[in-house]
């Protein structure tokens, strides 16, 4: 009976328009456009949607009397327009004869070329229309999707961990993403075109497109419309998109839309169970495309993850680092694509107390397998999550409690410093070692040293703002605000070193300008205090307004606070 009741809700749904059964409609069904599947075009529900028990509904035909009276409208309104302003003539040709032209464009070849979508709403030129129009989202040519995948995946920290770019590429040119996808995408890239007017214009590495950068909001509310109207039909891909639109509306300071997108990337991507695909160590070539899959999704989750925990007020630690525990890390994914399995292999996988367990490596290789920088991205930010949730604790805790905590966040943050390899003398050759950027090295480490100087700052009333602990002695509070002063000074030499080397700052992500915010606040802090105490001697190591450190620090921040607007409230 719940078969039957499933197939005649789909067939009645199916037909909101009163579609005579008889005739075929031109198009196929909706949910067979967004798999990229034939359709046969069977009314009130295609074949496959009754296998699939699914509900089948096709798009409204095109009005094509309202399309024929607005045609004629929009003619009679540009030659009376021509007729009284001869002088405006000149410029409002071009834009007439586009509409209309447009107009014309009735039936749009999408998907495999096969399937026909018609565009029931047309442009009117003489109507102000909202950004969210249908026409206004349309997607650019190939050459200009290329140049914004690009730019997605050089300056979006997560676009490593989402997607695998050489197939992403492949697929992009054999028209193989869809399109809300590929809009969202195009959305959060054309944000890093705009047209700006800074201080700081000469540190921007990226030619402006404004007439891209106008289309980014049309883009980003066209995908959130069909994501989030097929969120009760979750798959990888829209998981994917929801994801890529967090991070795009956190960016234009949406953070209400930033927060529904991430949370409902999260729970989808449990409720397929994602975050439950622990592997089975190596598996034979014949299975290297299922071990791939399983990786693409695990790397789902853990971008959902990663979105919770950074945009999360202070979490149960203890109870969000659990549920990971025994799922592999992301792994270094190895070069191939469409046409060639992509190699990889699982390795480190988060056990008790936050701390790394390795898989058995194969007879070939000893050792540690090779820890992709993604990996240690999450890995940082488990520790990140303890270390703000030991910050939130109420003041009465026991204090030889706090003590052992502290010192259990210290050696995981220690440790994680010997993995990256800390202090970094060698940015470049560093991040080849991961085979990534040194703009993304830069971006992870920054969850380093920022976890290091709130866990220290913490203890010190000049940073914190709290009243220092019973037991705390005058000595203590000093090395804990030396031990401050220290992380504050490797963050900034690290930035130090990215200047020097003329690196990009607009591929860094949003959470280096928050480090930045901190370092520079420890320096003027520390400063302050140490001359209103008279230690001229230490003060005197302590970057002045207009130091080298300061000046990299502030540099850093107005930049990225240009293309991610939470970031503007810092400075001030």
Known sequence: MEGESSTEIGATYGAP???????RPTVACLRCRDQKLRCDRDVPSCMRCRKQRAVCKYPSPPNRRRIAQKTSEAKAAAAVAASQVNVVEHVQQPEVSIALSSRKKQRIVENDGKDEIRREHIPDPNLNHTSEDTAT???????????????YFKRVYNATLLFHKTVAFQ???QDGIPGYLLRAIFAHAATFLEQVDSPYEENIKIIPMPKLSEKSWSWARAASREALSYADEPTLVRIQALQVLELYYFSRGEIHRSIIHASLAYKLSQLLGYDRLHGSGALPSAYRNLQFDHEIKRRCFWASWCSILIGSQP????????KVMGLPLPARLGNGGLAQAIELKLGQRMGVDWTTSTESSPPSQS???????????????GIWTKVKAFICEPLNSSDPQRTVQLNKLTELLDREGRSLNLPLTKLQARAEVYEESPELLTSVT????????????SRVPMFSGRFAESADSRKSVQQNGEMTFQ???????????????????TRLWPFVGYATFVAGSVFVSYRNTMQSAGSGC????????????????KTTLGVLSIYWKPLRILPS
């Open 446 to 457: 920054s969850v380093y040293y920022l976890s290091q100087m709130l866990l220290y700052a």
């Open 315 to 322: 979490l149960d630690s203890s109870r969000v680092c659990e």
């Open 137 to 151: 989202a349309e997607l650019p040519s190939t050459e200009v999707g290329l140049l914004l995948l690009e730019i």
């Open 487 to 505: 992380h504050a000074t490797g963050f900034a030499e690290l930035l130090k070193q990215f200047a020097s080397e003329d690196l990009d700052i």
């Open 367 to 381: 050792g540690l397998p090779p820890c992709s920088l993604m990996a240690e991205l999450i890995k940082l930010l």
């Open 538 to 553: 230490q003060s005197g190591q302590v970057p002045v307004p207009l130091s080298e450190e300061l000046k990299t620090i």
């Open 171 to 173: 697929l992009y040119r």
């Open 17 to 23: 328009q009163q579609q005579d059964t008889e005739a």
